[in-house]
Each structure stands twice: as structure tokens, then as C-alpha cells.
């Protein structure tokens, strides 16, 4: 009997999953159509062979920067991504008059040039595209990639989609995480939101770091979404038994027991 209540229960939210999902779909459908991203990104293809970013990360940032309204935007990989925030912001400064800040970093000198060269004229008054190399940072047991040097803002969103999480030790490469959001709210002193790409690594280690609570991963959109975090949210910096218990009892096979061989 329960085992038919269970698969009952399967099938249902199955079903509820698949009409979540094309519902969801057809909301990004919608919104890249009636707010002219597509058309955006048609202009930015023309010029920039930047990887770009999925529809979803395009419109996660640009729904969150016309809801929202952030005053300093940080984005950690300047490329396609850049032209679609700045394109918020602009509407948002015709809007009510108050002007945004979006400093855009990259670490890979080509990239840049290219970069600078292609931003259009409108979204210029906005938009600072800084080139910074990328170097090692860590913290507490988490070793990543981040910029080594971002003007100093106190940022209202982050979206996370560089430096290049690789580097090179001892002729091995190493694929990593992003660190640049952890290294900001080390210092901050305000609340801050971020949006992560596809990147599953850096968001599986800010689950660790920020805890399950504040570390969503959305589907159908892909993207890692943390809001609102601040210094107190570094559970692992603060080294609360409990906290970092809890972590051990997830990810092992946590048990009141002798090992195997006693
Ligand atoms: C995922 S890409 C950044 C994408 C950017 N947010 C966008 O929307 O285009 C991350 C980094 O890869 C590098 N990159 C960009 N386009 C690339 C390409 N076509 N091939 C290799 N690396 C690229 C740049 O250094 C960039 O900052």
C-alpha cells in the first residue's frame, strides 16, 4: 500500500515538475522577447565571439536589476553579459534619474581590448570595464580564482562568472572556484546579492560556506542564487561546532560506531 502511495506521490510531482518547467520556460521566452534582449545579444554576436552566458542568466540579472534597482553592480567576467546589465540600468536611470555603477572585470587581456572596443556608446556612462589578472585566494579550507585587484564599492550585486576558475601549480592544471565573492563579503558592510553561472563547483562550496539556507540553485535557470549575505553569514569563518557538525553529518556516513576494523 505505501509503496503505491509513494509512486502515486512520484508521479505527481513529476507532473507538477514538467508544468513548473514549461511554465518557467515561457516566462524566459517572454521576458527576453518584450524587453529586447534577444535583440541585444543579436548585436552583441555581431561583434564579440565572448562565450556569452544562457538565456536564464540573462534574464535572472536583468529582472533582478530592474526589480531591484541595485546602485553598484560587480561582474566577475566581463563579455555579453555586460551589454544586458548595462541595458537595465540605462532603463532604469531613464526611469528615475538615478544613475548605476557597473564595474565589469576580466582577467584575459584580448578579451578586454575587445571588450572596451565594442561596448556601445550608450551604455558607456555606466559601465567601467577593468582588466585585472587573476590570482590565488583563500579561504579557510577553499582555494579558488579571483581578481587580483577590484575598484573598491560597497556592491549591492555580484554576478559571479570569472576569472577563469583554472590555474597552473607545478605544471598541473586545477579547476577551482570563484572567489571573489567570498574575498568581498569578508569586508563588507552591507548586505549583498549574488547570482552565480552554471558553475557548480563554486556554488557546491558556497553551500558549505553560507550554509544550505542561503544557497539557492534554481532549475530550469541554472544559476546559483545567494541574497542578501553579509559577514555573518561565513559559517565556516566563524567555526561554529554545530554548524560545521551539521556539514560533517551530511557529507559522511556520520555514525555513533567503532570503525570497521575494531
Ligand atoms: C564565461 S566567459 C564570460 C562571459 C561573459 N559574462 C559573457 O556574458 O560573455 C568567462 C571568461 O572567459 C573568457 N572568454 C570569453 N569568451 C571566451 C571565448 N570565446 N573563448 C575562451 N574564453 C573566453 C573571458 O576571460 C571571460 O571573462
Not at 513529476?14 to 511554465?23: C, G, P, T
Not at 584580448?110 to 565594442?118: G, K, R, S, T, V
Not at 569578508?186 to 546579492?193: D, E, F, G, I, L
Amino acid at each position: 500500500m505505501s509503496q503505491l502511495l509513494n509512486a502515486i506521490a512520484n508521479r505527481w510531482a513529476a507532473v507538477q515538475r514538467k508544468k513548473y518547467l514549461s511554465k518557467s520556460n515561457r516566462f524566459i521566452q517572454q521576458y527576453l522577447q518584450e524587453n529586447g534582449i534577444l535583440d541585444i545579444i543579436k548585436h552583441v554576436d555581431e561583434v564579440s565571439g565572448s562565450t556569452g552566458v544562457n538565456y536564464e542568466d540573462y534574464v535572472s540579472l536583468h529582472s533582478y536589476i530592474r526589480k531591484h534597482q541595485p546602485r553598484y553592480i560587480l561582474e566577475c567576467g566581463t563579455g555579453k553579459s555586460t551589454w544586458v546589465i548595462a541595458h537595465a540600468v540605462k532603463k532604469n536611470f531613464e526611469e528615475t534619474g538615478i544613475k548605476a555603477t557597473i564595474v565589469s572585470m576580466e582577467d584575459k587581456k584580448p578579451w578586454y581590448d575587445e571588450a572596451i572596443q565594442n561596448l556601445p556608446q550608450e551604455y558607456k556612462p555606466f559601465v567601467e570595464i577593468v582588466f585585472s589578472p587573476a590570482v590565488l585566494y583563500c579561504y579557510s579550507m577553499f582555494r579558488g580564482t579571483a581578481y587580483a585587484s577590484i575598484p573598491d564599492h560597497p556592491y549591492d550585486l555580484i554576478f559571479v562568472d570569472g576569472p577563469d576558475p583554472e590555474f597552473e601549480e607545478n605544471g598541473v592544471r586545477f579547476d577551482t572556484l570563484n572567489m571573489d565573492l567570498i574575498r568581498y563579503v569578508q569586508q563588507a558592510s552591507k548586505p549583498v546579492t549574488a547570482i552565480v553561472d552554471y558553475r557548480l563547483k563554486t556554488v557546491i562550496a558556497y553551500s558549505l560556506i553560507f550554509g544550505k539556507s542561503k544557497t539557492n540553485f534554481l532549475k530550469p535557470w541554472n544559476v546559483g542564487i545567494l541574497e542578501n549575505i553579509t559577514k555573518n553569514d561565513l559559517n565556516i569563518e566563524r567555526k561554529d561546532f554545530e554548524t560545521l557538525i551539521s556539514q560533517v553529518k551530511i557529507s559522511s556516513h556520520f555514525a555513533f560506531a567503532n570503525p570497521s576494523w575494531i
